[in-house]
């Protein structure tokens, strides 16, 4: 994943020296920022944001408050880097909530570390999920609106397990969360093995990606072949053989359930085709119902200004 850092300054010349100290990290990407661009940027919501103080043309507190008042960046790191390290003026800008004030002139090595680490410690606290590790709810909202904001063309994975509850209820809930987790790693190494890709946990056994391109069909097909290849050996022997596992309903009455399969429902993103997430919570929805129906680990894929597959 993409570390999006903004640089907000007015003379661009702080870019080239973090490019420069960042030339081996790839997944830093530096993007520099005037003062009167503030608003436009700060709906991308990028990983950290570093303000020069000496370069830019309005009050830093301002800017600094700017920042904690968008409802999208209450918790994105900011470093001001300054000159003027006074104590009294230090104490004013760290009273904005920012995380770190830095006195020029700067020593490289410190200004690459403290990015790095918080930039980790962002990572960790909006990983919401302590099963998976993956991000949760607010991130997700947070990908896809960046992705809606910058108008890109873009694919969307809601993936939960089928008969999950069963399984539960013959198995337990510890070996429950296994399955979880290994569901968690197939998914992520499948997007990470088509390309840069954002994986989140909802809840429970249900997952989303977010990946930057349209061509989704391979994706979904390994991401269920290998799914169904490894899932039967949280299952015992006589289980296996069967393909199917009992389970009392509340009546006392034994019911048989198929194997735990994976359903993915797909909806494409288009330029300009949502307005907003609730409209892509919507079409969701909808393709969820689709793929339900079918019998086993199966996908659907919405392209409304296709077809349906």
Same mark, same amino acid.
């Given at each position: %994943?993409?570390?999006?850092v ?5 003379? =661009?010349?702080?870019? #080239? #020296?973090?490019?420069?100290l ?15 661009q503030?608003?436009i940027?700060?709906k ?12 830019? +043309? ?7 408050? &700017?920042? $904690?008042? *968008?409802? @999208?960046?209450?918790? /994105? ?15 004013? #800008?760290?009273? =904005?909530?920012i ?16 990015? &790095? ?10 990983? %919401? ?15 896809? &609106?960046?992705?809606?904001? +910058? ?10 397990? *089928? ?5 539960? @209820? ?10 979880? =987790?290994? /569901?968690a ?5 499948? #997007? ?39 899932? /039967? ?7 296996? +053989? ?7 309903? $509340? ?18 993103? @288009?330029?300009? $085709?949502?307005a907003?997430?609730? =409209? ?21 894929? @919405?392209?409304?200004?296709? &077809?349906?597959?």
């Open positions: %994943m993409i570390n999006e903004y640089i907000i300054d007015d003379d =661009e010349s702080s870019i #080239v #020296v973090f490019r420069e960042f030339r081996d990290d790839t997944e830093y990407r530096f993007i520099s920022v005037k003062t009167e503030i608003d940027a700060l991308n919501i990028p990983s950290l944001i570093v303000i020069n103080e000496d370069a830019i +043309k309005i009050d830093v507190i301002d800017v600094c408050r &700017k920042i $904690r008042k *968008d409802e @999208d960046n209450t918790i /994105t790191p900011v470093i001001v880097v300054s000159s003027n390290g006074s104590r009294d003026h230090r104490m004013k #800008v760290l009273n =904005e909530s995380e770190y004030f830095i006195k020029k002139p700067v020593d490289e090595g410190y200004l690459y570390y403290t990015v &790095k680490n918080l930039t980790r410690l962002l990572t960790i606290n909006r990983r %919401m999920s302590p099963l998976t590790g993956l991000p949760g709810n607010v991130q997700i909202n947070s990908e896809l &609106k960046k992705h809606l904001i +910058k108008n890109e063309e873009f694919s969307i994975l809601y993936l939960d397990l *089928d008969n999950f509850k069963a399984y539960n @209820d013959v198995y337990g809930f510890l070996k429950g969360d296994q399955i979880i =987790e290994y /569901t790693n197939i998914i992520v190494k499948a #997007v990470h093995d088509y390309g840069n890709g954002f994986v989140g946990h909802i809840g429970g056994d249900d997952f989303v990606a977010i990946v930057p391109y349209k061509d989704i069909e391979n994706l979904c097909q390994d991401i269920i072949y290998n799914f169904d290849s490894g899932v /039967t050996r949280f299952y015992n022997e006589k289980d296996r +053989k069967n393909g199917y596992i009992e389970v009392a309903n $509340r009546k006392g009455i034994i019911e048989k359930f198929p194997l735990t399969s994976i359903s993915i429902a797909v909806v494409v993103a @288009d330029k300009g $085709r949502f907003n997430i609730l =409209e892509i919570g919507d079409t969701a929805a909808q393709v969820k119902h689709a793929v339900k129906a079918v019998m086993g680990s199966s996908y659907a894929i @919405d392209r409304r200004r296709h &077809k349906l597959i």
